[in-house]
């Protein structure tokens, strides 16, 4: 069994800052993409971020330049660190991982419960 945690979301003012994690644990052989998607209410889920086992990282325009994704293999945890936030970044923000349970296991899709995200004064 494979659990995604977050944490580290909240209510802040525009142009704050705020630092999600999503912790991966249970049987776990491999992580290879991490990604953070967000779902504003009345809109679908969007593809805020992602970074692969080897690093690449890719941003959606609307975060470039504000947001920052990375992950310590270590502790198989993934953060993304929001800054000068907008109230148009107000959504819930869920946590995304493929793994793999063995060495010749197939490559599944997991995701964390949702962390909101809230931007306003």
């Known amino acids: 069994q494979v659990q995604l945690v977050e944490s580290g979301g909240g209510l802040v003012q525009p142009g704050g800052s705020l630092r999600l994690s999503c912790a991966a644990s249970?049987?776990?052989?491999?992580?290879?993409?991490m990604s953070w998607y967000r779902q504003a209410p009345g809109k679908q889920r969007e593809l805020v971020a992602l970074i692969s086992d080897g690093g690449y990282t890719n941003y959606a325009d609307s975060v470039k330049g504000r947001f920052t994704i990375s992950r310590d293999n270590a502790k198989n945890t993934v953060y993304l660190q929001m800054n000068n936030l907008k109230p148009e970044d107000t959504a819930v923000y869920y946590c995304?991982?493929?793994?793999?349970?063995?060495?010749?296991?197939?490559?599944?899709?997991?995701w964390g419960q949702g962390t909101q995200v809230t931007v306003s004064s």
């Open positions: 249970g049987s776990i052989f491999s992580i290879y993409t």
């Open positions: 995304n991982a493929h793994l793999s349970q063995s060495r010749y296991g197939t490559n599944l899709s997991y």
